[in-house]
Structure formats: C-alpha cells, structure tokens
C-alpha cells in the first residue's frame, strides 16, 4: 500500500502502526537516492500489549527502542515473540525517537549505514522492536513483514516504525 494512502486509513481510523522501509544507493554524481521504499501495517503482538501496560504501570522500565532486521516472510501473529530468521548483528538501538504531538504518533528511526564493516543481506522481509538490545532476551512490542530486500554493504537501509494511539 502506498504510504500516503496507508496514513490515509489509519487517520481515519484513529489508530494503527506502520513501518517504513527506505533502501538508499549512491547515484552517479554521489548523492544518496531512494531507490526502493514500502510502507506496510504491522502487528502488535500479545507480549508487546502485555508490556505496554506493564510499562505504563512502572512494573516494566524496559523502553521500546530496539530493532532487529530478518528474512523470513513467514505471516506475522499475534503470538510471536522473537524475529523468525535473524539477520546477524542487525539488533540496534533507534537512532531517533520522538512523539509528534499534533498528531499523537510515536515515532522511532534507525539507519544501518552503508560503507565498509556495514551490513549486506539479501532477502530482508521483516523487522521487528523490541525492549532489550541482547539478541534473544526481551518482549516484542511489533512484526512486520514487506516484500524481500537485498542490502549490499555500500546500501543504506532506513526504517522508521510510526504508531499512533488515541
């Protein structure tokens, strides 16, 4: 679904997340270009529900601000608790982290760089945020998948996961 429609219905419906994903290439002249972005609704999944309310009644100070990249294109439910297929050494903390007030929406940004020591993996169909940056420890707060992404060492992948509560 095309971002400015998917923003569209959620809006409309007063809730709902969405995850962003931008894959970033040099042109010619050196300047970095979209070269691929798909934006696609995710799944809240039972441990994320469960956390936010321990979070929101102090019994959890474990933030949402973690991310994690994978490849498998397995159908996201509610009951999953970890990132399928695992791409390694993709569990980061967000670069950014805000709340738009006018709009209620909490928002979270990383970028895996491009150059030399940077990840390359092909197939990237899905991510997850979750509350600890030790690969298999922590809750998930969401999964989303998207149509497969190959990201070579000199690509830039940015992903932002947007959520709005009313």
Do not use: C
Not at 65 to 77: L, N, Y
Not at 83 to 109: F, G
């Amino acid at each position: 679904m095309e971002a400015r429609l998917l923003e569209e219905v959620l809006e409309s419906k007063k809730f709902g997340g969405y995850v962003t994903m931008d894959l970033i290439r040099d042109d010619a002249d050196g300047n970095p270009k979209v070269v691929s972005s798909q934006t696609v609704h995710n799944t809240v999944v039972n441990q994320g529900k469960s956390e936010t309310w321990r979070m929101a009644a102090n019994l959890n100070t474990d933030a949402w601000d973690q991310f994690q990249i994978g490849t498998s294109g397995a159908a996201v439910t509610s009951v999953q608790t970890a990132l399928l297929s695992p791409v390694a050494n993709t569990n980061v903390t967000a670069d950014t982290i805000s709340v738009l007030a006018a709009t209620r929406t909490y928002q979270m940004e990383i970028s895996y760089p491009s150059g030399g020591g940077s990840i390359s993996a092909a197939n990237i169909q899905e991510v997850i945020v979750k509350n600890q940056n030790t690969s298999g420890t922590g809750e998930i707060l969401m999964r989303a998948t998207f149509s497969p992404v190959n990201k070579q060492e000199s690509d830039k992948l940015r992903i932002t996961y947007s959520v709005r509560i009313v």
